[in-house]
């Protein structure tokens, strides 16, 4: 593990000096997720550098990181006490950062059955627009009057401020883990995913690939043990390689240069008509569609069972990444904009082009 490094002062130094001159600043770190979001106009502002473990109690189960910390160098230590980060966070390469990980939002095949990267933020500390260092939250779980503003930098792509520390609930390694796997149709698959959903059943990963649903079962060896006995299939060892592969695109199914889009709906929702090859991760919840469909017929499509959809990779537009706002909702969104950033210095079109 590289050196700890504290560079808050000279970030918020460029901060300072960017807002004064209204200059916008694209915020760098691994870069690993790059392809994720819009086009950004500006000046680079390497976050890269500022990193190290701040904090680190196992007992507490809790974790605070400068925001450059290359991710995997925080799992090696959480390994290290036989803990993970819960919400199985991609990395998309060996350069992703927790700062990247958290302002992308983004989570693993984990995330139905024991929560988001979202749920796992703790506290964070910022640079906001006016260059003045902000801390939100702590290390502690409790209850939130108002915005919870730690967590609502999930997400943001940076659009907020600049992150320089992050605390984590991080959670023990499963005692046993096995995965399953049967042969379903997709219709049949999405039942009875959401059928054992609703049963006191270990399961911490289900996903169909269009031919077969595997399912992964975690947690003490008695209990997985009464799953298998319960929810059936075939084991073998090899399987639980498939959630990496999932997980970090590696996956057959993602080997392709069409436009890859994130469908997140309702876990229930039936099989979609649309043209294009489907994988169903998070027991129905998020659909990855592979498509050259309109972008309007593809967003239609998910709106009609209250759903939304993103142009996640291979966007021939990058300005029409993220599924459009309503009225209120993007009021909302310019106003937190306006609140944290209000000179758009941060990542300027990343997240939506008037952001």
Same mark, same amino acid.
């Given at each position: ?10 970030? &918020? ?27 950004? &106009? ?21 974790? *605070?990181?400068?925001?450059? *910390?290359?991710?995997?160098?925080? $799992?090696? @230590?959480?390994?290290? #006490? ?5 919400? =199985? ?18 989570? +693993? ?14 506290? @964070?500390?910022? !640079?906001?627009?006016?260059? /003045? ?10 209850? @939130? ?9 999930? +997400? ?18 499963? =005692? ?11 219709? /049949? ?35 997985? *043990? ?6 059936? +299939? ?10 990496? $592969?999932?997980?970090?695109? #590696? ?34 919840? &998020? ?10 017929? !593809? ?10 959809? *993103?142009?996640?990779?291979?966007? $021939?537009?990058?300005?029409? @990444? ?22 758009? !210095? ?10």
């Amino acid at each position: 593990m590289k050196r700890a490094c504290d560079k808050s002062a000279e970030l &918020q130094e460029a901060v300072v000096s960017a807002a004064a001159l209204s200059r916008p600043l694209n915020l760098t770190a691994g870069n690993s997720k790059s392809f994720y979001g819009g086009e950004i &106009q500006g000046m680079p502002l390497a976050l890269d550098g500022h990193r190290g473990v701040v904090n680190y109690e196992p007992k507490e189960l809790v974790l *605070t990181a400068r925001a450059g *910390t290359p991710l995997h160098e925080i $799992e090696a @230590v959480l390994a290290q #006490q036989k803990q993970m980060l819960a919400f =199985e966070p991609p990395h998309f390469g060996n350069r992703a950062t927790l700062g990247g990980t958290i302002a992308c939002g983004l989570s +693993g095949p984990r995330r139905p059955y024991t929560g988001s990267a979202r749920d796992f933020v703790l506290g @964070v500390r910022i !640079i906001n627009g006016n260059g /003045e260092i902000l801390r939100f939250g702590g290390e502690v779980m409790k209850n @939130v009057a108002g915005y919870d503003v730690s967590r609502l930098m999930c +997400g943001s792509l940076g659009t907020l401020g600049v992150l320089l520390e992050v605390s984590l609930k991080v959670l023990p390694i499963p =005692e046993c883990e096995v995965t399953l796997v049967q042969e379903r149709s997709a219709a /049949e698959a999405i039942a009875v995913v959401n059928r054992w959903a609703s049963q006191p059943l270990p399961i911490t990963a289900a996903c169909y690939d269009g031919l077969k649903l595997y399912l992964r079962l975690s947690g003490e060896p008695e209990a997985v *043990t009464a799953g298998k006995s319960l929810v059936g +299939g075939t084991e073998a060892p090899e399987l639980n390689r498939i959630w990496f $592969e999932i997980r970090e695109h #590696q996956y057959a199914f993602f080997n392709s240069g069409a436009p890859l889009w994130r469908l997140s709906l309702p876990p229930q929702t039936p099989p979609l008509e649309l043209a294009g090859k489907q994988l169903i991760d998070w027991g129905g919840a &998020q659909r990855w569609l592979l498509s050259d469909a309109p972008a309007g017929t !593809i967003r239609n499509a998910v709106e009609a069972h209250d759903g939304h959809a *993103t142009l996640f990779r291979n966007a $021939e537009n990058r300005n029409d @990444v993220f599924h459009p706002l309503a009225g209120a909702l993007n009021s909302l969104h310019l106003q937190l904009k306006r609140a944290f950033d209000p000179k758009a !210095i941060f990542n300027p079109g990343r997240l939506y082009p008037d952001f």
